[in-house]
């Protein structure tokens, strides 16, 4: 099963990666002459109260549910509410006893094969290191609280009871420190006059970011049916101001029915109350909610199917800001964008059994090096979640970014910890892979050159099998015939695919690269020069000019099939100019490791093709006299052309 609606940032790339293969090679030959939505930021982390930030009428959770049942029976007696917050080396995490959720949930550092690395919210400098909240203000705010953990059976009244009610507990509160090694399990529980007895029991790790929920629940001693764990309401990295094509807000993803499905905010339909559901049909490997480096994700203990997505929309405040090159060039910013709250309804056994839930990083290492291995262990079936990471929204695309992808993440992993600086890894990254394409650039060099010496000729050739043509002479004359096997000769060794190769190549690698840039963990916040995060925009956009006008310079000196006609000439020139102009537009706000990597490129096939340009320049005997203009008072000579 494959989502139909995929997000706008690779959907843009795609397009003016494909532009710039075929507008900057393409038409050389054959041409003729003649726009996201996300979650709130936070502006605190780790907050447990209910203090809210201006937001819209809270619209109340959408769970699944049938025909609104009598009220439940309240718990007797009534259990005094109670915060218990679990600390670990990896995260910190606050539970309320009032539905027996997480109000709270910060992480605070990953560790991998790659070592150890501190993790901060957005927009976090050295000297203001904020702490990186994963739940959402606004869904903390709502009534009832859209929080991770909440549980619906279909039962309106007593889903209300079970999400806003408090359970008893043994925990006094207050906080639970866990080192390397050590566990500390946490009961809720909750009775119901009318026969309803539920347990809510958590695990928690000191080093790990995989923890366990049980749930039973019975009503007169037998287990309710269509149980199932709500996660969300759109997790991620609270404190991004606001969102864009490559700053994505948090979103549905699962592996469900043997496929990845990712659901946007917008992929959703909404009624008038900004309230949507979507089913994902098939048994139910793991599901959750995550943004581009941060994710929630349930592993039932066995598949089941029943997974529902349940998200509401709504208008948020924001300072005054820039959405695109066109918007910063008119000074005309933007003060709000739509915003969407996303939970995942997973199914889930009610006898008490385990389910295993990963809440932290989306680390490539950390998930094909320990997650993956242990959690298959547990559940007793293969677990993948590097799926969590959006190699691609398109399955056609995605079989080969995902293996060059992490090959590409691998050769950065290598060169940063050489270098201990991901934009010197970058550099070095870049310069070894042109360096590999030289010989196809020389070999392009060669091509382009033949084509332009055979121009004149070749225009002479198609000039004759014009007149003959208008003359009403047959394709299969021996005349026409001749004409034809001539153009062959002149197009061999000259061959549009030959002079194109080292684009064609380039091509994966940079839709590699692109992914690679915008999932790395590791790329997430890296400093280099001027730039404070290579995952996120140039802050002074000198970056984005400077790709531009490299890419000028490297169209303008590198070979081009040769301009027959003025037609030709102008509409060359035009494309020298417009594409840059038109990528500058593309890439505005891209990460700025992508752009560093392009920037830097531009800069080396420059090198080379002077390197070239000069090495295959013509001897010029001893004693001749090269003009480069024609005299004023030149006469000019008439061409004349061969007949034969």
């Not at 310079?553 to 035009?574: D, G, H, N, R, Y």
């Amino acid at each position: 099963m494959e989502n139909s609606n995929n997000t706008d940032s690779q959907k843009r790339f795609l397009i003016a990666a494909v532009l710039c293969v075929f507008i900057l090679f393409g038409w050389q030959y054959f041409f003729a002459p003649k726009k996201p939505a996300g979650e709130d930021a936070n502006k605190a982390a780790n907050s447990n109260t209910n203090t809210t930030a201006a937001a819209p009428t809270p619209v109340p959770t959408a769970a699944p549910a049938e025909t609104p049942a009598p009220e439940v029976a309240s718990a007797t007696p009534a259990a005094p509410n109670r915060k218990v917050t679990i600390k670990t080396p990896l995260y910190e995490v606050t539970l309320d006893s009032k539905g027996a959720v997480a109000t709270s949930w910060v992480i605070l550092k990953n560790i991998s094969a790659n070592g150890e690395q501190a993790i901060y919210a957005d927009g976090s400098t050295p000297a203001n290191e904020k702490p990186l909240q994963l739940i959402s203000e606004t869904a903390l705010s709502r009534d009832p609280r859209e929080l991770p953990f909440r549980l619906a059976t279909g039962d309106a009244g007593l889903d209300k009871a079970l999400n806003t009610t408090d359970f008893s507990t043994d925990s006094e509160g207050g906080e639970i420190t866990l080192k390397d090694g050590e566990t500390k399990q946490i009961d809720f529980k909750f009775t119901t006059a009318d026969g309803v007895e539920a347990t809510k029991s958590f695990l928690f790790r000191g080093d790990s970011f995989v923890s366990d929920v049980s749930v039973k629940l019975s009503r007169g001693g037998q287990p309710i049916p269509n149980v199932k764990l709500l996660i969300g309401a759109s997790l991620g990295d609270q404190a991004i101001t606001h969102h864009s094509y490559y700053h994505i807000e948090p979103e549905a993803v699962a592996y469900v029915g043997d496929a990845i499905v990712r659901h946007p905010g917008t992929s959703f339909t909404f009624d008038a109350s900004n309230n949507g559901t979507m089913a994902a049909p098939g048994a139910v490997d793991w599901a959750g909610v995550a943004d581009a480096y941060f994710a929630m994700a349930a592993v039932p203990a066995s598949q089941t199917d029943g997974l529902e997505y349940i998200a509401s929309k709504y208008e948020y405040p924001l300072p005054d800001y820039y959405d695109g090159i066109i918007s910063w060039v008119t000074r005309k910013p933007k003060n709000s964008e739509t915003r969407h709250l996303i939970t995942a309804a997973v199914p889930i056994p009610s006898d008490g059994t385990a389910t295993k839930v990963y809440t932290g990083p989306k680390d490539y290492f950390a998930f094909a090096g320990l997650y993956n291995k242990s959690l298959s262990q547990d559940v007793g079936r293969p677990i993948d979640l590097v799926d969590t990471i959006n190699f691609s929204n398109y399955r056609v695309l995605r079989w080969f970014t995902k293996p060059i992808g992490i090959l590409v993440l691998y050769a950065l992993s290598f060169f940063d910890q050489l270098t201990r600086n991901y934009g010197a890894a970058i550099i070095i990254f870049t310069f070894v892979f042109y360096m590999l394409l030289f010989p196809l650039r020389w070999s392009q060099t060669r091509s382009f050159k033949k084509a332009s010496g055979n121009a004149p000729k070749m225009k002479e050739v198609q000039d004759k099998i014009k007149d003959l043509q208008k003359k009403g002479v047959p394709m299969d004359d021996p005349k026409m015939r001749a004409l034809q096997m001539e153009q062959l000769k002149m197009t061999k060794d000259a061959l549009p695919l030959g002079g194109c190769l080292p684009m064609i190549l380039q091509f994966p690698l940079l839709l590699a690269f692109y992914t690679a840039v915008t999932v790395s963990l590791d790329i997430r916040q890296a400093q280099f020069l001027w730039l404070p995060d290579l995952s996120a925009a140039d802050p002074y956009h000198i970056l984005e000019f400077a790709f531009a006008i490299s890419m000028i310079l490297s169209m303008k000196f590198t070979p081009q099939a040769a301009t027959v006609s003025p037609e030709q000439q102008m509409q060359q020139k035009i494309m020298t100019y417009f594409m840059p102009v038109m990528m500058l537009w593309v890439m505005w706000s891209a990460p700025s490791g992508l752009l560093l990597y392009w920037f830097f490129g531009n800069l080396v096939s420059f090198g080379q093709q002077m390197i070239i340009n000069r090495m295959n320049k013509p001897n010029t005997p001893p004693g001749t006299t090269v003009v480069n203009d024609v005299p004023k008072n030149a006469k000019p000579v008439k061409q004349k052309l061969s007949t034969t």
